[in-house]
């Protein structure tokens, strides 16, 4: 496979299993940028953006990320706290009053954050056009009852983390999280990353596509589907279907929990800002709220019975075994279609994959590459 694009010298290894991932893979079309010090130092990109058109992968082609989408609200809660407009650990009813009710009271952000609330799903089926609308969503939470004793245990939190800490950034802003963003962020250090896909940019996103032998969904009843489809209201990955991640009523929508729409250099460009600062520019995150942002939350056995080895701190992936990154100081989100990016401040390290094949949550490719980089690091 023929690729474009430039990696530093020292960087090379990354190219290398960039490569390697098209020839070992069923590869459609992708792309990684690396920054080094705010630097960007790798943006390789290559392949097919639409399959039906054969149209190809350009530099700046963006595509659904799913839950990377986590990186972008919770970056966005992490800059209120830093600015001592938004406490982690008082209760969220002190922003959002009617969120108290049914036994919501004490839940605070952090819990939230790092899926302890008892909040995973919605026992209201909130319609499609619903959640486009925001406030039923909202309504719902309100009247939700915890499926455990917040903060005993945790398990994954799927779309209610975002709408739930998203409705927090608006009682803070005024602005739902996916305008505060672009206002705060993505527009100031013009960032191909968005909560809610503007028009203009359905044209040249990247479309998705499943490989051959993509472990099917448990059925419609099942407690893990209803979490991804919002109790049927979405379609996972239901490429071809309305409401599904190929659709543009569903891409344009802001979806906080697993709905952005972005750039490898975009997903990267964050969590450089995050980090070191982007091109010589002041770094969004202080190192105390790296700190806070890394420091373990939850771990080890779920609510499900289940332990994948993932290590969760306040709102974003861990080090781990299930998702190697750096070190203790990487913090990071995954997508379902297998994307990655994250962020380590010690190494001064920002990174991003991205592709349009969903081969499974788990797959090797962005781990591939993630090698690549440690080694380049020596």
């Not at 790798?42 to 058109?53: I, K, P, Q, R």
């Not at 919501?104 to 819990?111: L, N, V």
């Not at 709102?315 to 994250?342: E, I, T, V, W, Y």
Request: hydrophobic share 45%; glycine share 12%.
């Amino acid at each position: 496979m023929t690729y474009h694009g430039d990696a530093d010298d020292g960087f090379g290894a990354v190219a290398d299993a960039f490569a390697r991932n098209f020839a070992e893979f069923p590869e459609l079309g992708a792309a990684v940028t690396v920054f080094a010090g705010g630097r960007k130092v790798v943006e390789l990109w290559g392949g097919v953006a639409d399959e039906s058109t054969g149209r190809t992968w350009e530099s700046d082609t963006a595509v659904p990320v799913f839950s990377c989408a986590k990186a972008i609200v919770s970056l966005c809660v992490h800059l209120l706290a830093q600015e001592g407009r938004l406490d982690l650990d008082a209760p969220v009813a002190k922003y959002w009053p009617e969120f108290a009710a049914e036994g919501k009271a004490d839940i605070t952000p952090r819990q939230v954050l790092g899926h302890r609330a008892g909040l995973p799903v919605l026992d209201r089926t909130v319609s499609f056009e619903e959640i486009a609308r925001w406030t039923p969503v909202i309504e719902a939470i309100e009247e939700q009852k915890p499926l455990w004793e917040p903060d005993s245990t945790y398990a994954y939190h799927g779309h209610v983390f975002g709408f739930l800490l998203g409705e927090l950034v608006r009682r803070v802003t005024g602005l739902t999280p996916g305008a505060y963003f672009r206002e705060t962020v993505g527009e100031p250090l013009g960032l191909r990353a968005w909560l809610g896909l503007p028009e203009a940019e359905l044209a040249s996103r990247a479309w998705l596509s499943e490989a051959e032998g993509r472990p099917p969904m448990p059925p419609p009843e099942h407690l893990l589907t209803r979490i991804v489809t919002m109790n049927g209201a979405l379609v996972f990955p239901g490429l071809t279907e309305p409401h599904g991640w190929n659709d543009p009523a569903l891409l344009t929508m802001e979806l906080p929990g697993a709905g952005a729409t972005a750039s490898a250099t975009g997903l990267a460009g964050l969590y450089a800002a995050a980090v070191t600062g982007l091109d010589g520019g002041p770094r969004l995150l202080s190192p105390a709220t790296v700190t806070d942002a890394v420091r373990e939350v939850s771990a080890g056995q779920d609510w499900f019975g289940f332990d994948a080895g993932a290590r969760w701190g306040s709102g974003f992936l861990l080090d781990s075994p299930f998702r190697p990154m750096l070190g203790a100081r990487s913090f990071g989100n995954d997508g379902a279609g297998g994307q990655f990016s994250f962020g380590d401040d010690e190494h001064s390290i920002a990174f991003a994959y991205v592709a349009n094949r969903m081969i499974g949550h788990g797959d090797a490719r962005a781990t591939n590459l993630v090698n690549a980089v440690r080694a380049s690091l020596g």
